[in-house]
């Protein structure tokens, strides 16, 4: 009988109180709770589709920049799960999910307009968030496990949540 892995923590909200959209992922892959940064993966196309929907480089920004120029248009970040047991990256491989407090979104973000799930386990969570009476999509994940869609397919699906909470133009 092998140990289940240990309990792993998330990152927390990067949420504002001006915040139109949140996108909520599942819980951070390992590079990205090795680094502390939400979508840490360099193949991970989470940071290319908010360049090219904004028209800036993100990537080539320090960590703490780009968190604030996401609050600054109104993008909140943050994850379905607090924590979790997991060996390695994949969604499918998640155990003993504990919850973030989804219901109490409103309360941090009070001009929130939408909420966006990346990838089908955070929206597993739509059923929760829907009842907020917000619009809620569920998006194409940006994980480089997602090879089925190809990045300006994702980017068309995520232009149209941004476009209609008015986080892009």
């Not at 390992?30 to 940064?37: K, N, T, V």
């Not at 840490?40 to 604030?68: C, G, K, T, V």
């Not at 090879?147 to 995520?158: I, V, Y």
């Amino acid at each position: 009988m092998t140990a289940a892995p240990p309990l792993l923590t998330g990152l927390g909200p990067v949420i504002a109180p001006h915040t139109r959209l949140v996108v909520l992922g599942s819980f951070p892959g390992a590079r990205s709770l090795a680094e502390q940064q939400y979508y840490a993966h360099p193949r991970n196309h989470f940071w290319p589709i908010l360049s090219a929907l904004w028209e800036i480089d993100l990537r080539s920004m320090p960590y703490q920049q780009r968190l604030a120029e996401l609050l600054q248009r109104g993008l909140g970040l943050w994850d379905v799960y607090a924590g979790c047991r997991r060996e390695g990256s994949l969604d499918s491989a998640i155990e003993d999910a504990r919850p973030n407090d989804l219901a109490g979104l409103l309360r941090q973000a009070p001009g929130l307009r939408g909420i966006a799930h990346n990838g089908a386990e955070s929206a597993r969570s739509m059923r929760m968030t829907g009842a907020l009476g917000l619009p809620v999509w569920r998006l194409p994940s940006t994980s480089p496990a997602n090879a089925a869609w190809s990045f300006e397919r994702k980017l068309a699906a995520w232009r149209e949540a941004f476009v209609a909470t008015g986080v892009a133009a």
